[in-house]
């Protein structure tokens, strides 16, 4: 089963920041946070994963609470192309880690004109 | 960054028939790699972990002699979906390490 909950849905405001909460209160200590997204009829898309620090890329950012419990993933400026379904997975160890990846149900964002 | 491929992107086949969907890794090696099925309006569900040189792990509810996995070298794995059905139709996706493949559409007729 799924470790994390996140809203079913948001809307969002092209141009605007899009703050996609997730909540994983029972991650364990060696357990990263990885954020994906899925573009209709498209295999999953890696966005971006951390451990305890927030963590930055070219795509968007990744806070993470102090005592871990949760997350939230930034795209500070959506854009119509950023509507998509957002799923937000914990997993034990880094991206060379060959655990599986668990889905829940995900955040459909709509972007919005 | 690392590429997974799949192959076909899409495909139609008859009721009765088996179906080969192949999963490469482009440019890194993967001892590991997962199949899930997707349907519409619905998460990915993991089918099974595909393991390079031995059996695959097949997740419960899983019909391990309907969903032949076959990883015969560390850039590839291949998911055969034998005497097919129509509720077998399905979106199919492989992932290796972080990376996801782009799917495979599958429609049985």
């Known amino acids: 089963d799924a470790k994390t909950t996140q809203p079913p849905s948001m809307d969002c405001a092209e141009g605007r920041a899009a703050n996609l909460p997730c909540n994983h209160s029972t991650i364990s200590g060696n357990e990263y946070v990885y954020w994906y997204r899925q573009i209709h009829s498209q295999g999953p898309q890696y966005i971006i994963h951390?451990?305890?620090n927030n963590e930055t890329n070219e795509m968007a950012s990744l806070i993470i609470t102090e005592d871990r419990k949760s997350s939230t993933l930034i795209l500070p400026h959506a854009t119509l192309r950023d509507t998509a379904v957002y799923y937000c997975?914990?997993?034990?160890?880094?991206?060379?880690?060959?655990?599986?990846?668990?889905f829940g149900t995900g955040t459909r964002l709509q972007v919005f004109p | 960054g690392a590429v997974v491929s799949q192959h076909p992107s899409w495909v139609i086949c008859k009721s009765g028939t088996s179906v080969k969907i192949e999963c490469r890794s482009l440019d890194f090696q993967a001892t590991t790699m997962f199949w899930y099925r997707q349907f519409p309006k619905q998460s990915l569900m993991l089918m099974a972990t595909?393991?390079?040189?031995?059996?695959?792990?097949?997740e419960q509810g899983v019909e391990k002699d309907k969903f032949l996995i076959n990883h015969a070298s560390l850039t590839l794995s291949t998911l055969t979906v034998t005497s097919a059905h129509p509720e077998d139709s399905s979106f199919y996706i492989c992932?290796?390490?972080?990376?996801f493949g782009p799917g495979t559409r599958l429609t049985v007729t």
């Open positions: 997975i914990v997993r034990p160890g880094g991206p060379y880690n060959t655990d599986k990846l668990i």
């Open positions: 951390g451990l305890k």
């Open positions: 595909s393991n390079e040189g031995s059996k695959a792990t097949y």
């Open positions: 992932s290796a390490g972080t990376f």
